[in-house]
């Protein structure tokens, strides 16, 4: 997971003027905020190279300015940061119950690299994972308890430490957001943008200039805040989400950071993208002008364009997932062509039979809207026997709905009504709920009956999509930063 910092091979380039101008600004802007992290590394960084003054600006006179300002606080926060891994696993060795008390008990554990190293975990924890969705929340109240106690009047660095703080309160948020407490996630993220507020301030007193902290320190908070309004569900919340990704995602363009804003909008596309096909199901237009659809279909591919190759394979598989989802639902089959390539290959170097078997559960699809009905037929009945196999019973049940719509659509009634017929190991798969088995009580009666009544299975189709499929092929990102 990239970090807000340069890392040291950056800084290293930087001090060597090798970077591109617009590289070498945000460096500046990086070190202007106060970092006393990056500057002590830069510092050290200095003293190492061969001829700083063959860069094209007095980087020398910057550098002076930041350590006279925050020279009294350097020595003390590169010790911190030597014993930060230390300190974490001492205290990931306490029970959970003991750890905050410890952390308000021990002046040591007051450190603001050990609040960066408890932030990396929240931000790395799978949310797919109820585990590590568990271990995230136990974090986030953990690096607030570290971020609270930091005094930045003592280290000079009070600017920072709001910063760090507004962080350590948007994570929490995130994670309560994740386990299903919004109203706590909601007060979290409040207090998150309130510091990050005050951070501004302080940074605009001290340098004289107007503007955020650190613009990615914002950009991190801003698309915390978005997740938690996509999922609000309301017209109001939505265009909040959409203008706090929005402003995000022109903080990362200022900082010449393309590969942070593709993740950002990644993660844009995914939580637009999740509401949109909430609505659809409700037969609610969203995907024509200008509908939150093509928002996230716009969005999801222009993030992949903008993140590239060094997109972590999870992430880049779940966006070609759900890019080829949006772009069903908006009635765009022939667009799906690339994504899907690309998705079967990342697969099958993988060699993930579960991730396969969704796969050709989309390709079954993409067939269908293209009119290719033999190849739909085919991807759809492996991908139902690959669900079966699994006992997935709520995507197998989703998977024959869809196979009796491609029989429908070619007035084939005897395979539809034997497909109605072979419906018991859906029943005895797992995760089947009552309305699902309703839903597909309906559909027998209606193949055995009134086989000839397409809108009715396509309509049956989109009930059970709006949930099952949606939760696989677009698992909710807990950030993508």
Known sequence: MPELHPDTDLLERFVRGELEIAESRGIVRHLVTGCPLCIAETRRLWKRAPSPEACDIAYDTVLDRLLERHGPALERLAAERRAAPGLLGELLRQPPSRRVALVHADGRFRSLPLCELLLDRVRDADPGQPAQAIGALEAAELALAVAEKLDGKLDGTATLVRGVQARAWAWLGNARRLAADLPGARRALDTAELLLGQAAA?????????????????????ALAAQLHAEQRQPRHLDEAAARFDRA??????????????????????????????QSSLEQAVFGEPGWGLTAVAALQEGLALAGEGLERPL????LAGLVT???EAGRPEETGGPLRELRRLHEEDGDALALTRLRWLEGKADEALGRFDDAEAALMEAR??????????EAAFVSLELAVVYARRGRDPEM????????????????????VSALIVFQR??????GNLTFFIEVARFLGGSARLRRSMRPLQWVS
Do not use: C, N
């Open 202 to 222: 302080g940074a605009a007193g001290a340098a004289g200039t107007v503007g955020p902290a650190d613009p990615l320190e914002e950009a991190e908070v801003l």
């Open 249 to 278: 995602a022109a903080l990362y363009r200022a900082a010449g950071e393309r590969h942070l804003r593709g993740r950002l909008l990644i993660q844009k596309g995914m939580a637009l993208g999740e509401e949109a096909l909430r």
């Open 316 to 319: 880049r598989a779940r966006a």
């Open 326 to 328: 949006m772009l069903l």
């Open 385 to 394: 026997a690959g669900f079966l196999r699994q006992r997935m019973g709520p």
């Open 417 to 436: 009504r034997r497909l109605s017929d072979d419906m018991s190991p859906v029943y005895l798969a797992k995760g089947v709920t009552r309305d699902v």
């Open 446 to 451: 209606t193949a055995e009956f009134e086989p």
